[in-house]
């Protein structure tokens, strides 16, 4: 687990939600650097509630889908990995690894839109490393609104796999209903993100891109075959269920 720069609080290392505690200060110093929306905050709440009734650690189902995610990359022509402000100020730095690993760029994609937020977060990226930025806003997604559907033509707008982490119900669907492949990342296995993705990964994103980049390093040198039954294996309505049946078993297990 990373450790904040700069503390404004200090957290005590030996704090049973340490973990927790710092993922808040990150979402929290996000959007003082004007980086994450206000919004993000409540969104972050929620994610934190169901990260409680997953256990706060990665279920079995999330670990498939993201060797799922990580194969489904691999074979892409043209993925992207879309970040919001929650991305940007939780997992930077991992991101921009999964990305040259598995030659995505990144696009911001933002649904409460500003373009100084979007600048602020492709500065925030680029101080950390990122060359591989798509930057245009030149194309629209069907059936969005004029802001929200907002994307790059040779980013999203043209990519065959997208992944989008944290992602709201209504994008979701409109870019699978683009004919892309959806690599979602949302702690709510009922949300409707989670419902209409392609592939699901119900962890905390957190965890869930550094297991992508694992997988993605381990399977570098899997042959293409191998990497299509990997993909053709992984069943997004079985593994969902999966995951409400672990949640349903954690929780019994606290019963006792
Ligand atoms: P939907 O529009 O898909 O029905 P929603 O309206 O419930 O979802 P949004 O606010 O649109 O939710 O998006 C936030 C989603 O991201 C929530 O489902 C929340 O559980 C999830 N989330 C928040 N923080 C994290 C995190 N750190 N890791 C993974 N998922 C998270
Ligand atoms: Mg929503």
Not at 181 to 210: E, F, G, H, M, W
């Amino acid at each position: 687990m990373k450790t904040l720069p700069k503390p404004k609080y200090r957290l005590p290392k030996n704090h049973p939600r340490y973990e927790s505690l710092i993922t808040r200060e990150l979402i929290v110093e996000g959007v003082e650097k004007g980086i994450t929306s206000i919004h993000g905050l409540i969104a972050q709440g929620r994610g934190e509630a169901f990260d409680y009734l997953i256990g706060e650690k990665t279920p079995e189902s999330a670990l498939k889908a993201e060797k799922a995610a990580a194969a489904a990359f691999l074979l892409a022509k043209k993925p992207v990995i879309s970040v919001n402000g929650n991305v940007a100020a939780l997992v930077p730095e991992e991101i921009i690894k999964l990305s040259g690993l598995v030659n995505a760029p990144l696009e911001v994609n933002l649904f409460h839109r500003t373009e100084e937020r979007v600048n602020k977060i492709l500065m925030h990226l680029r101080e950390l490393g990122a060359k591989n930025l798509c930057t245009k806003s030149d194309a629209q997604i069907p059936a969005l609104s004029h802001e929200r559907g907002k994307v790059d033509s040779d980013g999203i707008f043209s990519a065959d796999i997208v992944l989008v982490p944290l992602e709201d119900g209504d994008r979701c669907k409109a870019l699978v209903d683009m004919g892309k492949t959806v690599i979602a990342i949302d702690l709510n296995p009922l949300s409707r993100t989670a419902q209409c993705a392609s592939i699901t990964i119900v962890d905390n994103i957190t965890r869930a891109i550094p297991n992508i980049s694992k997988f993605a390093q381990e399977l570098k040198i899997s042959n293409e075959e191998a990497l299509i039954k990997i993909v053709k294996e992984f069943d997004n309505r079985k593994n969902l269920a999966h995951a409400i049946d672990e949640i349903v078993a954690h929780l019994a297990s606290r019963r006792s």
